[in-house]
Nanobody
């Protein structure tokens, strides 16, 4: 059974940093594409980073490029999202996701498995 569990959210001041973790089970990072998404109040779920298992490349949305970094630890079956230089516009519920395909996308409907979400609040 594929499972994901996100953690690490919290409240931080603008300019600060947080690292989100997503513990996974039931699949391999070598076989599934994985991604991080976020959803702010009243907005659609936004894809912010993903890793395609086919290429092992990491992709970032323009909104987070240069500030966020996605990584994985295969030994721990855990994926991470390091978030630096946070702004109030980054306030959202953050989700990790996975799909049984080699190619990831920024589209939430392309992912079949989701973590429960963790809230990040950035104050000005």
């Amino acid at each position: 059974e594929v499972q994901l569990q996100a953690s690490g959210g919290g409240m931080v001041q603008a300019g600060g940093s947080l690292r989100l973790s997503c513990a996974t089970s039931g699949f391999s990072f070598d076989d599934f594409a994985i991604g991080w998404f976020r959803q702010a109040p009243g907005k659609e779920r936004e894809g912010i980073s993903y890793i395609s298992s086919g290429t092992h490349r990491t992709y970032y949305a323009d909104s987070v490029k240069g500030r966020f970094r996605m990584s994985t630890d295969k030994a721990k079956n855990t994926m991470y999202l390091q978030m630096d230089n946070l702004t109030p516009e980054d306030t959202a519920v953050y989700y990790c996701a996975a799909t049984d395909t080699a190619w990831g996308t920024f589209m939430h409907y392309d992912y079949d498995y989701w973590g429960q979400g963790t809230l990040v609040t950035v104050s000005s």
